[in-house]
Each structure stands twice: as structure tokens, then as C-alpha cells.
């Protein structure tokens, strides 16, 4: 196992239990919460401005998230403008729901449709040319969640020998054999541990996704 | 600067302006239909319907070159309506119902006709009348179409634009179709199809500019 393999395989892991959260809550909480946000809408539509408000502010944690996670490229002051304009896009568009669809498709498409088109323009108005970027361009499916920082904070959060372990292997690229002679374990016993505390780990992304 | 104060009062402000007008597609489509007609009527009425129509439509030929535009018409039109609200399945397979079975009928006549018309045949007399009768009159209710559309959300305007595209031609193609006396497949799905991929270039192109939010 390599030091590279070793941390990918649960970075996706934790990125993608983290989307799989994000758009699947619990079925029936989930459901209850599309019923309420169809309702809010179609009584929005038929002019309750009261009603509205409470959608835009219902969505508005949802959106913020996806935006957050989606746009690394930019600062993050400019996250709460795109998510203005995404929210102003959907009281302009919001007539284009149709009643008896699901709200959840229609809102994440219009939203995803001006995010992509937010980044755009700021892309386009800050023009630096692509070939600065080209070497820094992450890769598509890159594993987002998990900074330095938030590695470091992450692995706060379990004991220190794992710890230290999982720092060894996985970002300073020693092997698991090498990593466990510094803290005392056989070759196999180090693997154990190591499975063990990226388990761990990936409970702990988990939970600061939510 | 506070920017979660001012996304909150953004959310006021939206839920204090009025609801937007509704978007209904049935407006859209009447409004269609109405342009399509005067289109097609006033052509009718300078350059009028062929004077055989009652014979010729026994011949299964004659039928296809008006039906199949207007299955295609109808397809597509219903897939531009649902392309512009977001969210919805855009399933593109049944535009290639009308086109297959153009080409079959195209095929079909490959054995038929002798080796020497066949050229002649698929040229015909008419076929800079019928491109240009048919883009001339699908102009004013495409554009009217892509302008009523605005008021939807295309999620992919492009796309939108050119169903529409499709939908006005094949509707205009329809109806010209009546006036037309060229009767063989080697030149109706030709030029026909020609004609309408030239009014859905456009449609795509103006969907492209205009439908964009």
C-alpha cells in the first residue's frame, strides 16, 4: 500500500458519504421536508410573500453548503453573492416549477445552472490567464474536504498514536512498517491500527459534514 | 459588512416583491399555433394548396411528407416546453422516430427508381422554393417562440432554441408540404429535412443569445 493510496481511498470516501448526506438525508425526513418546501412554493406562487420567505430561508443552508464545497476557486466572501444570485434566480424563475413535480430536482438544476454561470463571470472578470493556473488546476474529482488544515483538525479528534500513524503513512509518504517502528508496533499490528484510524477518520469527516 | 444580514434581508425583500407572471406553456403553444397558421395561410392563399390534394393523398408518400413533420412538429415542441423548466428529463429518442422512418421511405424508393433519375429525382424542380418557403415562413413564429420562451428557464438555452427550431420548421414543413407536388421521398426528406435543420440552426443559435437568465 502506498502513502498515496492510503489516504485517497478515504478521502473519497468521506467526500462522497459527504454529497450522498447532503442530497439524501434520511428518506422519510427527507420527504417531509420536500413536502414542505412544495407547499411553501406553490402557496410563494400564489402571491404569499410570508411563504416565500420561509422557502428561500429553508433552502438557503442547502445551497450555501454547495456552493461552499463547489467553489474553492474563489474567496469565500464571494460565496454569499452567488448564493444572492442564485436565490434571485429562483424568485424570477420560480414561476417555471410545476406543481406537480418534485421541487427538489427543479431547485437543485436551476441552482446548479447559475453557480456554474456565477463562476463563470467571476472567472471571466477577474481574467488571469489559464496558464497560471495550469499547473495548480486541481483534478476533477479531487477530494475536497480534507485541507492540511482540516487533516490537522481531523487528527485532533483521534488518539495520538493513531494519529501520528496516519500522519507518518499518509502525509509524509513513510510505509506502514516504517511508521510503526517509530511508535512501537509490528509490521501487521501498524496495518491493523492504521485501518482502524482512517475508519475512524472517516467517522470524523462525516460528522463535521453534517 | 455583514454578508449573512444582507442575504437575509435580500430574502425579505424577494418574499415582499409580487410573484412573477406564470409561466404556462399552453399560452406558448396557442401562440404558436396562431403564427403558424397566418403563416401558412397567408401562403396558402398567394400561392395555394396543390390542386390535386384529394388524389394524391391515397399515395402513402404524400401522407408522410405532411405527417411525419407533424409528429416531428408536435415531439418537438412538447420536448422545448419541457426543457425550459429546470429539473425535468429531457428524453431526446422520439426525434428520431419521424427521421428513421424517412429514411426508410427514402430507401425504399432507392429501389424503385431507375439508376439514371435518380439525381433528377431527388433535385426536382423545386427545391430552392421549397427551402426558401419553408425558412421565410418560420421565421416570425420562431422568433416570437424564442421570445415567449424567455420567460421559462432553459437550463440548456441552446438546446431549447433548437428544439423549437425543429418544432417551427417541421410545423411550417407540414403545411407546405399541401402545396408541394413533389411527391418522392429522395426529395421530400431531403430538401424537407434540409430546410428544417436550417430553421433549427437558427433556433439553437437564438436560444443560445436570448434564452440565456
Known amino acids: 500500500m502506498t502513502a498515496a493510496l492510503a489516504f485517497t481511498p478515504s478521502c473519497d470516501w468521506a467526500a462522497r458519504s459527504g454529497s450522498v448526506r447532503l442530497m439524501q438525508p434520511r428518506v422519510e425526513v427527507r420527504l417531509q421536508q420536500d413536502k414542505l418546501w412544495e407547499t411553501l412554493l406553490a402557496r410563494a406562487n400564489d402571491g404569499d410573500g410570508a411563504a416565500f420567505a420561509r422557502f428561500l430561508g429553508a433552502v438557503t443552508p442547502t445551497l450555501r453548503a454547495v456552493i461552499r464545497r463547489r467553489g474553492e476557486a474563489l474567496p469565500a466572501d464571494q460565496h454569499e453573492d452567488i448564493l444572492q444570485d442564485v436565490l434571485l434566480a429562483i424568485h424570477l424563475k420560480r414561476q417555471t416549477w410545476r406543481r406537480d413535480a418534485p421541487v427538489r430536482p427543479w431547485l437543485y438544476a436551476l441552482a446548479r445552472y447559475k453557480v456554474v454561470d456565477a463562476f463563470r463571470k467571476r472567472g471571466a472578470s477577474i481574467n488571469l490567464p489559464i496558464e497560471d493556473f495550469a499547473d495548480v488546476l486541481p483534478e476533477e474529482n479531487a477530494a475536497t474536504p480534507l485541507s492540511s488544515r482540516d487533516a490537522d483538525v481531523m487528527l485532533g479528534l483521534i488518539d495520538a498514536r493513531s494519529a501520528s500513524l496516519v500522519r507518518a503513512v499518509a502525509l509524509d509518504g513513510k510505509s506502514a512498517e516504517e511508521a510503526g517502528e517509530t511508535v512501537g508496533l509490528t509490521a501487521a499490528a501498524a496495518r491493523v491500527a492504521l485501518h482502524r484510524a482512517m475508519r475512524r477518520l472517516s467517522d470524523v469527516a462525516e460528522r463535521m459534514m453534517k | ?213
Open chain 2, 1 to 213: 459588512m455583514t454578508p449573512k444580514q444582507t442575504t437575509a434581508d435580500l430574502i425579505r425583500q424577494l418574499a415582499a416583491s409580487p410573484a412573477p407572471r406564470p409561466f404556462r406553456t399552453g399560452v406558448v403553444a396557442g401562440g404558436l399555433l396562431a403564427l403558424l397558421g397566418i403563416s401558412l395561410g397567408a401562403f396558402w392563399l398567394v400561392f395555394g394548396i396543390r390542386t390535386d390534394l384529394a388524389s394524391a393523398w391515397l399515395l402513402m408518400q404524400v401522407q408522410a411528407k405532411t405527417v411525419l413533420p407533424l409528429f416531428l412538429a408536435i415531439t418537438a415542441v412538447w420536448l422545448a416546453f419541457g426543457s425550459s423548466r429546470p429539473g425535468g428529463r429531457i428524453v431526446l429518442w422520439p426525434l428520431a422516430v419521424p427521421l428513421l422512418l424517412g429514411v426508410f421511405l427514402v430507401i425504399q424508393r432507392f429501389g424503385q427508381v431507375a439508376e439514371g433519375s435518380l439525381q433528377a429525382e431527388a433535385l426536382g424542380q423545386t427545391a430552392f422554393a421549397c427551402l426558401a418557403s419553408i425558412t421565410v415562413l418560420s421565421a416570425t413564429p420562431l422568433g416570437v417562440g424564442i421570445v415567449m420562451l424567455r420567460r421559462g428557464a432553459a437550463i440548456r438555452p441552446a438546446l431549447t432554441g433548437t428544439l423549437l427550431g425543429i418544432a417551427v420548421g417541421a410545423g411550417v414543413t407540414a403545411g407546405y408540404a399541401l402545396h408541394c407536388t413533389e411527391d418522392s421521398p429522395l426529395f421530400f426528406v431531403l430538401w424537407y429535412g434540409l430546410a428544417i435543420g436550417i430553421v433549427a440552426g437558427c433556433g439553437g443559435l437564438l436560444g443560445h443569445r436570448y434564452l440565456r437568465w
